[in-house]
DNA sequence: GGAGTTGTTGACTGACCAGTCAATCTATTC
DNA sequence: GAATAGATTGACTGGTCAGTCAACAACTCC
């Protein structure tokens, strides 16, 4: 099955997700139109269809195609024997990186799925759940190992962690952030500094009052 | 100007603006109509449009009554003469709160302008820049104290807070994790022991790589 | 109590756009 | 080289919905 034919249909495929990837994350999902990626594909309009049940199969599949290889990311990184601020270093600097690789999509899984609380958000709520978790799983582990404060709940940390990591992306997606290697680099280490120097023990504070 | 007439228009004004957080957060803003909201307030669907120039301009409404209540909140906070920690903390209380008292309206803050790259995030780009730019001055503040580390950028470390609070409120919108109030107040801890215990001076590491 | 002002109604319209489909083209197979 | 299968085209349709408008109701003020 990889005929000269087979390789040009998977060709015409990826050429149509890519334009998607540039126009949803220009003009948003809602404000495209399906007219729109195709004409930034330089295909025609009915051919989308041919390869696509529908717009939203195509953020779908957008989305699908990395946040899973992020789930194996956080996976594989769990099962290594290192510390777990070097487990975290691996994942902000996944997330980071497939930014720096590839701002649109980035742009595009954040603000139109993963903060998208009453439309794909929760028809992929259970992969962005699954993320999370994983985090949590570390924490737990590091708590375990009496790394980590064990007064601290594992899941919330992890939400602060992802939080903090998004927020950054966030603010060079609007802008309000300066971009460049440099920055990026910077970003990692402030969140894993911040987020681990606060889990760590060590830190001072007692349990919350109410 | 306060005849019972007037008093009645304002009523129906905000009653309309009830509704549609109601309407925006079961729904979302894209995928609810303006019949909804008319329904919903009660009302008929033309008087919507005699109170509100447009849709954009209800949600508009509702986001700059709540961001402004926010920035005066954070300008009150920074002005008074106490402790970094105490700051950060009244604006995390701040932001929780708000949650807690109209989760339905905050979850329309979130998703439709604060994380609304292509659509009302942009129109408000401003005002939530504001909001990012006075936690910074707070932490700048903090590092020429010599109570926060300088060697950290203050605009990152205030997404990096902000980011972490958000991610709280987006996880209890999303049912991702546990509500209550117990739950809330662990959270404004979670974020404050994290994030001021990684930004205070005494914890570990130096300059980033890259 | 009548004139003017403001509030309220819901049917209607005009634009927009996702998705369909029948026709045409191109590669592959025997 | 005829036949089959898949790729490609773009005009068209059907439904949706924001915003308009003309009529009517209620209040205010002299």
Request: aromatic share 10%; net charge negative.
């Amino acid at each position: 099955m990889s005929t000269a034919r087979a390789k040009a249909t998977r060709d015409k495929r990826r050429l149509i997700l890519d334009a998607a990837v540039r126009v949803f994350a220009r003009q948003g999902f809602h404000a495209c139109r399906v007219a729109d990626i195709a004409d930034e594909a330089g295909v025609a309009y009915g051919l989308v269809y041919h390869y696509f049940a529908s717009k939203d199969e195509i953020l779908d599949t957008l989305f699908l195609e990395r946040w899973n290889v992020m789930l194996e990311t956080i996976r594989a990184v769990d099962a290594e024997a290192i510390p777990v601020r070097e487990k975290l270093e691996a994942i902000a600097s996944f997330i980071v990186d497939s930014y720096r690789h590839d701002p649109d999509l980035m742009k595009v899984i954040i603000v139109e799925v993963t903060r998208a609380a009453n439309s794909f958000g929760q028809t992929h709520l259970g992969q962005i759940r699954e993320a999370y978790e994983l985090i949590g799983e570390i924490v737990v582990k590091a708590q375990e190992e009496g790394v980590f404060r064990p007064e601290i709940d594992a899941q919330f940390a992890a939400m602060a962690f992802y939080g903090a990591i998004e927020q950054m992306l966030t603010g060079w997606i609007f802008g309000l952030l300066p971009q460049g290697e440099e920055q990026f680099e910077r970003a990692k280490w402030l969140v894993l500094e911040t987020v681990c120097g606060g889990l760590e023990r060590g830190a001072v504070g007692g349990a919350p009052a109410g």
